[in-house]
């Protein structure tokens, strides 16, 4: 038997958003402008600074502060998966979230951008209290800010997306990831799935210090096969892709009960 979907009434749902770039970010900004008028009530919880690349990670036995930004407005001096527990369970306990939105971040997170980014980190962290979440991000050319023709179609498509997504609704624990690309071609956005790429991550040698690196994110090849999120972003279109907390391989769990 399919799991019943939980659908959210965004006019009157409580709504907490977050990111990982950081409560001042451009993108967050958008974000807040275009959920505000949508949703019953608005709360931000969010990183005081940028946490990129901190997928789920949370600061277990490390001291963090919740900072007053004004009315249901908070910066939390931890990651972004930090900023939902807090709300979770210290600003909102008593009147927890209906929906969490993380976002909208400065860069795709398609393929295996997923393993990695903050945004999709406090989207899954908050499925995994039960809270139904959506992760936002936006594409740029690399080494640039994200353009206001993209932040325009954000705003242009943002809306009716959300909508599509809390009309149809919500599995157990589930979340969905929701890329733009950097000029939406297609109005009607592509459900799909997430596609393999090659690792983005590489290490740059500290010049005059042996032994020091630093990590950094860089553009990789994408999968372009049918049906994934790198195929929808190349062609222009905004991808949906499902999440869920469960990483089972299920293909694989069949075969080695099959064989062993």
């Known amino acids: 038997m399919e799991p019943d979907l939980r659908s959210v009434d965004l006019p009157t749902a409580r709504v907490l958003l977050t990111n990982d770039d950081g409560i001042d970010a451009a993108g ?4 807040e402008e275009i959920i505000r ?11 005081a600074e940028g946490h990129s690349g901190a997928s789920a990670m949370v600061s277990l036995r490390r001291e963090i502060e919740v900072q007053e930004r004004g009315l249901r407005r908070y910066a939390v001096t931890g990651r972004p998966a930090d900023t939902v527990l807090a709300a ?3 600003v909102m306990k008593d009147a927890p979230p209906d929906l969490v939105l993380s976002g909208i971040n400065h860069g795709l997170n398609v393929g295996v951008d997923m393993i990695y980014s903050g945004t999709v980190g406090a989207a899954i962290c908050a499925a995994g209290n039960g809270v139904p ?3 936002f991000s936006a594409d740029h050319v690399s080494g640039q800010p994200v353009a206001s023709h993209t932040w325009d ?3 242009t498509h943002l809306p009716a997306v959300l909508g599509r997504i809390c009309w149809f609704g919500f599995a157990p624990n589930g979340a969905y990831g929701v890329n733009f690309p950097s000029r939406v071609m297609h109005s009607e956005p592509q459900l799909c799935r997430q596609g393999q790429s090659v690792d983005t991550m590489h290490y740059v040698a500290v010049d ?3 032994g020091r ?10 999968s372009l096969d049918a049906g ?6 190349a062609a222009g279109r905004i991808g949906i892709t499902p999440l869920t907390l469960d990483r089972t391989d299920r293909d694989l769990l069949h075969r080695a009960a099959e064989a062993l």
């Open 28 to 31: 967050f900004a958008v974000l």
């Open 37 to 47: 008028p949508m949703v019953g009530e608005l709360w931000v919880c969010a990183p």
């Open 88 to 90: 979770l369970r210290l």
């Open 133 to 135: 979440a959506v992760a």
């Open 153 to 155: 179609d954000v705003r």
């Open 208 to 210: 005059g210090a042996p």
């Open 213 to 222: 690196h630093i990590l950094h994110h860089q553009d990789g090849d994408r």
């Open 228 to 233: 994934t999120d790198g195929a929808a972003i």
